[in-house]
């Protein structure tokens, strides 16, 4: 499986797996810009951890984004 590093398209930072599958559930499931979770926040205007929160309860749901 090859594995591709994707960056923030805001920050550059090195994006985890999370991070990618957040973008696309919340912004666009064909989305090829990513955000790091810091820069999504900003752009929801809403807290780092609220995020955080969405990806456990996207996990619990059994969301395949996240099982990747
Ligand atoms: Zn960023």
Redesign the pocket.
Known sequence: MAVVKKT??????A?KKDEIALTQKILDSDAQEF??????AEYLDCDVDDLKVKIEEFKEQGCALFLK
Do not use: G, H, P, S
């Open positions: 923030c398209v805001e920050c550059r930072k994006l955000y790091c979770l810091d820069c999504l």
